[in-house]
T-cell receptor, first 113, second 114 residues
């Protein structure tokens, strides 16, 4: 069974610092990996999607890498801002069940002014 | 730009009562999903519908039923609510479960079972 782990569970950084969020998974037979953002009391917003054949994806200040062999993905957020405060979740889908995502528990990020 | 709409947003039930959570999407997506989110456990898939007319169990289906009413709507029913079903429920949609598209989520339905 696929296990998805996000460490740390919570993180606090001063504004301007780069954020590094980690996601690890136990089964390398993944179809894709997605990073989501969740604001308190809200739904999830997709940030980046990395196909299993890709090594990274970038969108603005966000960059996500994928290393299937080591079972790891990292989300980098450059020059953090207070508006980046949220919970970040990663999710993987297997090659044999594309749409069914396995989620990590998330990392709660606070960016202090 | 509604996207995925869930109703109700909040609900309190007594043990044994029944209710239905409604979900509708206006993006012409084929696949729809119901997840539950509990503290410290991430989201877990309850049921999904890969396309209109089909439904399948996810990781935690016990105590729930679903109906894919049409392409737009996917409902989740609790026949006899239990305190263990206190959770936040999210509906999501995707263009197709067979492609690489991202999931779009509703804002959640917060259910408390007393």
């Amino acid at each position: 069974k696929q296990e998805v782990t996000q460490i740390p569970a919570a993180l606090s950084v001063p504004e301007g610092e780069n954020l590094v969020l980690n996601c690890s998974f136990t089964d390398s037979a993944i179809y894709n990996l997605q990073w989501f953002r969740q604001d308190p009391g809200k739904g999830l917003t997709s940030l980046l999607l990395i196909q299993s054949s890709q090594r990274e994806q970038t969108s603005g200040r966000l960059n996500a890498s994928l290393d299937k062999s080591s079972g790891r993905s990292t989300l980098y957020i450059a020059a953090s801002q207070p508006g980046d405060s949220a919970t970040y979740l990663c999710a993987v889908s297997r090659t044999d069940s594309w749409g069914k995502l396995q989620f990590g528990a998330g990392t709660q990020v606070v960016v202090t002014p | 730009n509604a996207g995925v709409t869930q109703t109700p947003k909040f609900q309190v039930l007594k043990t044994g009562q029944s209710m239905t959570l409604q979900c509708a999407q206006d993006m012409n997506h084929n696949s729809m999903y119901w997840y539950r989110q509990d503290p410290g456990m991430g989201l877990r898939l309850i049921y999904y519908s890969a396309s209109e007319g089909t439904t399948d169990k996810g990781e935690v289906p016990n105590g729930y039923n679903v109906s894919r009413l049409n392409k737009r709507e996917f409902s989740l029913r609790l026949e006899s609510a239990a305190p263990s079903q206190t959770s936040v429920y999210f509906c999501a949609s995707q263009l197709s479960s067979a492609n690489t598209g991202e999931l779009f989520f509703g804002e959640g339905s917060r259910l408390t079972v007393l």
